[in-house]
């Protein structure tokens, strides 16, 4: 069902009744391509929502010791980190350029080469894209 879509339902009583569904919006994706390596870091969203996140900071997450990153049962790679209090906290995804890719457990070296020795960008957005044309 789409965002906003009304969907018709029977109430307890059983009388027709209206339900309208609505979901968050997705907000525009924020990506770093990693290296040369057509792999792409998405920061978690709620990485997204503080200032200051850039590709620098980025770049010193992949050199953190206490990085690590996992398969996930999609085509991603899930990125994690151990804070210094012990809690362990999702980062993001690696993820591919094309959607129909699946990542696995033998993309994840080289994922991490990339990001630790490639130089670490912004991917272009898709309203930066709209406005090349």
């Known amino acids: 069902m789409a965002n906003g879509a009304i969907q018709e339902v029977k109430t307890v009583s059983g009388e027709p009744g209206v339900m309208g569904v609505t979901t968050k919006p997705k907000g525009p994706r924020v990506r770093?391509?990693?290296?040369?390596?057509?792999?792409?870091?998405e920061p978690a969203q709620y990485?997204?929502?503080?200032?200051?996140?850039?590709?620098?900071?980025?770049?010193?997450?992949?050199?953190?010791p206490d990085m690590w990153v996992e398969e996930t049962e999609g085509k991603s790679l899930k990125v994690l980190l151990k804070t210094p209090a012990g809690e362990v906290k999702f980062m993001g995804f690696i993820t591919?350029?094309?959607a129909s890719i699946t990542l696995g457990p033998l993309d994840i070296e080289g994922a991490l080469e990339a990001a630790r020795t490639g130089e670490i960008k912004r991917a272009i957005s898709a309203e930066e894209l709209v406005a090349l044309l």
């Open 47 to 64: 990485l997204c929502a503080v200032a200051g996140l850039n590709s620098a900071k980025i770049k010193r997450l992949f050199s953190k």
């Open 96 to 98: 591919a350029g094309d």
């Open 32 to 41: 770093y391509l990693l290296g040369d390596s057509e792999k792409y870091f």
